[in-house]
């Protein structure tokens, strides 16, 4: 990845709720090959939502003006369980 710069943005329901450049969350790097994500919603604890969207937009930006981004689409839905 060194010829790339990494920008990652987060969303919920289609709604950004965070991205590499943000306060509030964004793209940590671990070390040379590892990196986590970072991203924040308010969401009350006792409503909490029947599902969760999530979709991770990953773009590896090249240095060289010469080569086209890379884009990776992650989508993750997380159902809550009512079962209790």
């Known amino acids: 990845m060194n010829e790339y710069n990494v920008s ?13 450049g943000s306060t509030d969350g964004g793209l940590i790097e671990l070390d040379e ?5 970072v991203g924040f919603e308010n969401i009350d604890q006792v409503n909490l939502p ?30 809550s369980d009512k079962r209790k």
Do not use: M, R
């Open 8 to 20: 990652c943005k987060l969303y919920n329901d289609g709604n950004l709720i965070s991205s590499s």
């Open 33 to 37: 090959q590892h990196y986590y994500f």
């Open 50 to 79: 029947d599902s969760i969207n999530l979709t991770v937009e990953i773009i590896g930006i090249p240095n060289d003006s010469g080569q086209k981004p890379l884009t990776a689409l992650l989508i993750v839905a997380i159902l």
